[in-house]
């Protein structure tokens, strides 16, 4: 019985040959998804805007009331809620930007809270309350300061470990791709306005982890066929590098996209934004491998003496005695 092959061993693409213009592209799409993000901004979930957050299930109906209990919050002037089955269909998430002068005042945002459970049990028989959650604004800024520093600190711990383990060429190649995929995630998530929240940070670190893994493979493949192929062009040594990883690359893609689609279009609402991220950023993470990892290769003057170690005083003299020099 055959194998599928999902890559031909022969497969000889010429991924290099088009590096300009998607290198082009990828700044291009940069610079727009941090202009989204500074003009339109993001849609910060309770956890870095403030606010509170109420769990409920109304036990004698089969499906939550969600138009009418957007219309009963806002009734109460607190602002348009975020109301989403959170679960089963009898189960709702509901979600209150609070303003800035009660989100910061404790006891101002509890009694909104109250206000709102009190609404809820007053006109629904069959509530009951799954849980109130209240995040203060110094407490969501705090959150906000937290993640990006995890960001930070992930992205270039990331650049350290491949500087170390390769050349500092292949670090800030590294430290590139893992910006072009968050930049352009942020974007995404700016331009559709979906709920920024900490879940989000978790599928941006999950992306950040699976480009990473994409591009160390690449770069392992680069590194041996250059030690390998020492008089071959670097552009041509790039594609067949590339190439000879596409199988597993494209094996790792669809295996996570399996699992993926059914929770993007069958999934609860409370995981539909960590669902989309992780989903857009596998494509941008096996994009930035092959066209902007490897590209910035060339421009940072990798050639194929880079990891060929520097012959010592003592070896060129040992070469000088028996007639080799």
Known sequence: MKLLKLVPDDTN????????????????LIAASWALVMTKGLNYGVDFAGGLEVRATFEQSEEAPIA??????????????????????????????????????KEAAQEAANAVVAELQANYDDFRLDGNDNVSGKVSGEFRTDAVLALIYAMVAVALYIWIRFEWQFGVGALFALFHDVSLTLGLFSLFQIEFSLQIIAAILAIIGYSLNDTIVVYDRIRENLKKYRKMELPELLDLSVNETLARTVMTSLTLLVALLPLLFFGPASLFGLTVGITWGLFVGTYSSVYTAAPLLIWMGVTSDSFVPEESIADKQEKKLRGEV
């Not at 693409?13 to 291009?28: D, G, Q």
């Not at 089963?88 to 303003?99: A, G, H, K, T």
């Open 13 to 28: 693409i010429k991924f290099l040959k088009w590096r300009v213009p998607f290198i082009v592209v990828s700044i291009l």
């Open 68 to 105: 009418q209990l957007r219309r009963d919050i806002e009734g109460l002037g607190y602002g348009t809620p975020v109301v989403q089955r959170f679960g089963e269909d009898n189960q709702v998430s509901i979600r209150v930007r609070l303003p800035d002068e009660i989100a910061s005042d």
